[in-house]
């Protein structure tokens, strides 16, 4: 019913700049949070960033200052702006959104996971 579709991963070099975009669709009747986590090989998945739908934030702290999260409401979308990458950026991340589906209770949906791997 609800689909989240990834984009925006790949390779850059430290320092260098990403976005990642995620889009949720389907038969949505809200979309509440949305944000990302990542998994670096070997490690657990951890958290981050998050966004509400009304646009307060909140990151982890190795992100702070270097990622910026924000959304488009009317486009069921979010995006992760990445800057002054690290070698320890580099994992697969995952979106995700709590929505509130039009015929189902609210849940956590997932999106595909797209890689991001910075070199140095």
């Known amino acids: 019913q609800v689909q989240l579709v990834e984009s925006g991963g790949g390779l850059v070099q430290v320092g260098g700049s990403l976005r990642l975009s995620c889009a949720a669709s389907?038969?949505?009747?809200?979309?509440?949070?949305m944000g990302w986590y990542r998994q670096a090989p070997g490690k657990q998945r951890e958290l981050v960033t998050t966004?509400?739908?009304?646009?307060?934030?909140n990151y982890a702290d190795s992100v702070k200052g270097r990622f910026t999260i924000s959304r488009d409401n009317g486009k069921n979308t979010a995006y992760l702006q990445m800057n002054s990458l690290k070698p320890d950026d580099t994992a697969v991340y995952y979106c995700y959104a709590r929505v509130k589906p039009i015929f189902a209770y609210e849940s956590d949906y997932w999106g595909q996971g797209t890689q991001v791997t910075v070199s140095s």
């Open positions: 389907g038969a949505i009747f809200r979309n509440n949070d």
């Open positions: 966004i509400t739908s009304g646009g307060s934030t």
